[in-house]
């Protein structure tokens, strides 16, 4: 275990006790949510190792496109490059260190550091090192590089020097789903990022259940609230709206079997490193997009498809995002740990490169759901971590519809496992 240094410490042996004997099938300890020590365990085993989800192609359209990242001591700069290819690079100048890029996006020619002004090339080289010697051997100097990748016009990055091994046979399972709806060459319509006010995992364990959807006023009235629930345990007060879900189901796999849609789950959350789940979903009232009323939010199709009313493709990606991507937009959400008791969610909102705004869509209706969903979302977070903050808080037992957020934490285990055996 690299960050918790290489002697034995009083610290190391608690990080090991919690997680040596978590209980499958209830919430984790409140140290997990609270402590340094397993904070900082979180950055080696889970942020450092595995692919992250941090921005989407339609970011970096053009060569000298970037965006930096933030994930934990790290600064990740991605870019286009003047070949149009991705790449990625630690945000750390080669000559004494200083930043180079401040801002969170924007466009450059080459990469300049604003200390001493050396300057290196989109391709990470360095071109220019002002008053060096004449024997100074410039390409042993260029920008340390991070992994990067695209993955149906979503891209990730892995700080490790060796990444999950089993991402590209993720990716090549979930590229058919994203595909028909070209990301790649859509557009940013919005991008949001809020700041929660409480620990990274029970970021991503809100997201994984339904349980307390009621909470959620706006997305009801299209996400069907029998998320999670099985024919068997519907309850009854759920039954009129499980009846409609499974007449729009069985109505859009006819839809998504005429187009050439794949629509299947694969649900491989916990059993392999690159931990996913997708599937084509239906949704309420019109069902087509997430609006009060179901309809399209814009009237640009994403890629080529015929009609809007696809229900959403919803993808959960292990450990930091999940996707929402409808007919007529798509929204990406990312999730990046800023301290024990604090997150960074950011959300995108992605339309077709030619639609325009205020003619194909009204900004205020394509964000209005998910901006509110994200708010109560945060406040429900902030609650858990003040619950689980508490010396009175104990782990509970997880319901049979929060099966996902179960899966989430047996996977983060294992990681850390894996460290702890490093």
């Known amino acids: 275990m690299t960050l918790l240094g290489n002697t034995k410490s009083s610290e190391e042996h608690r990080v090991r006790d919690a997680v040596a004997r978590r209980a499958a099938g209830r919430s984790l300890e409140g140290p997990f949510y609270t402590d340094r020590e397993f904070f900082d365990l979180d950055l080696a085993a889970i942020f450092t190792r595995q692919w992250l989800f941090v921005a989407v192609d ?3 359209p053009e060569p000298g496109d970037y965006t930096t990242v933030e994930i934990g001591p790290y600064s990740v700069i991605v870019l286009r490059d003047d070949e149009q290819n991705l790449r990625a690079f630690h945000n750390v100048c080669r000559h004494r260190g200083a930043r180079i890029l401040n801002a969170g996006n924007g466009s450059t020619g080459n990469l300049v550091c604003g200390y001493h002004k050396w300057t290196y090339g989109t391709d990470g080289t360095l071109l220019h090192a002002p008053s060096q ?16 990748r695209s993955v149906g016009g979503l891209v990730f990055v892995c700080l490790a020097e060796k990444p999950p091994a089993d991402f590209e046979e993720v990716a090549a399972r979930i590229e058919p789903y994203l595909l028909p709806h070209e990301l790649g060459r859509a557009k940013v319509a919005a991008r949001t990022d809020l700041v929660e006010d409480g620990n990274w995992k029970l970021v991503m364990e809100n997201n994984r259940e339904c349980y307390h959807c009621d909470g959620h006023p706006e997305l009801l009235r299209t996400f069907f609230p029998t998320y999670g629930y099985t024919e068997e345990n519907v309850p009854l007060r759920l039954r009129p709206a499980h009846e409609r879900y499974l007449r729009a189901d069985a109505e859009l796999r006819e839809t998504y079997e005429k187009l050439d849609l794949p629509y299947a789950l694969i649900e491989e959350l916990d059993n392999r490193a690159t931990g996913f789940r997708i599937q084509r979903d239906a949704l309420d009232l019109a ?3 997430f609006t009060p ?7 640009r199709l994403l890629g080529d498809l015929p009609t809007p009313r696809l229900g959403h493709l919803a993808l959960h990606l292990q450990p930091n995002s999940w996707f929402h991507v409808l007919g007529d937009h798509a929204i990406t959400f990312s999730v990046l740990p800023l301290a024990p008791d604090r997150t960074l969610l950011r959300t995108t909102w992605l339309v077709h490169q ?4 205020g003619v194909d869509y009204d900004p205020d ?19 858990a971590q003040q619950g689980v903050s508490s010396p009175a808080y104990e782990p509970g037992p997880y319901a049979a519809t929060e099966y996902q957020v179960e899966a989430f934490c047996a996977w983060y285990i294992a990681r850390l496992r894996e460290e702890l055996r490093r």
Do not use: I
Request: glycine share 8%; proline share 2%; charged share 30%.
């Open 365 to 383: 209706t394509l964000l209005k759901v998910w901006t509110a969903t994200n708010e109560q979302d945060a406040s429900l977070v902030a609650r």
């Open 287 to 289: 069902g087509e997009s």
């Open 354 to 357: 030619d639609a325009t705004e």
């Open 293 to 299: 009323d179901g309809k399209a939010a814009c009237r």
């Open 58 to 60: 339609a970011e970096l």
């Open 133 to 148: 010697p004449g024997d100074f051997d410039r390409s042993c100097s260029g920008l340390k590089t991070v992994h990067v």
